[in-house]
């Protein structure tokens, strides 16, 4: 395998905001990118839910407040506490998206039945690395560096990654296959 392929390992799930026009539609209110951003964290960051984040380009004030592992080209942050501390950063680094990803202890099933809770739906389902729809390795600048960061968080198989596209929308869960 090179350095820039993705193992065939991991599939991706890709989770779409239910758009401005479809919740007047359906009777649900928009928040806005910001506000779902703020309640995903609120999940992500739960001592029963964090294992760990990747930062891909994190701000570099932040990594001296911050006690990090490198990992190739990412920072790899396992205190919670930490991430907790850096929300803020955090929230601005997914509305910029594709920048932090997240590892929790959950299943992609709990974590896609949380995001529908959140006004998100599942949009498509693709084997990471695949070029297909919802495949977002390709949204990536630096395919090494993604490679190499998702590698490094070491997902178990009830295990899910969870990574930001630009605004919070669309979500990607990445799994183990």
């Known amino acids: 395998m090179s350095q820039t392929s993705v193992p065939s390992s991991f599939r991706a799930i890709e989770i779409g905001a239910v758009t401005y026009v479809k919740t007047q539609e ?20 739960r001592e029963e839910h964090f294992s760990r984040l990747a930062w891909l380009d994190a701000p570099g004030g ?28 955090l929230q601005r680094a997914c509305l910029r998206g594709l920048q932090v990803l997240f590892l929790l202890h959950r299943l992609p099933s709990e974590v ?11 949009t498509t389902r693709s084997r990471l690395g695949s ?27 009830n295990q899910t990654i969870a990574v930001f596209s630009h605004d919070g929308d669309p979500l990607y869960l990445i799994e183990r296959a």
Not at 62 to 89: F, Q
Not at 132 to 155: E, H, K, M, S
Request: hydrophobic letters at 40%.
């Open 26 to 45: 359906e009777g649900v209110p928009y928040f806005g990118a910001a506000a779902y951003i703020g309640r995903f964290l609120e999940f992500f960051l």
């Open 131 to 157: 070029g297909q729809a919802g495949d977002p390795v390709g949204l990536f600048p630096d395919r090494t560096q993604f490679t190499q960061c998702l590698i490094a968080l070491d997902a178990k198989p």
């Open 62 to 89: 932040l990594l001296r407040m911050m006690t990090t592992d490198r990992a190739g080209p990412c920072r790899i942050v396992s205190s919670l506490r930490e991430a907790v501390r850096s929300k803020p950063e």
């Open 112 to 122: 896609v039945d949380f995001c529908g809770i959140a006004e998100y739906r599942v």
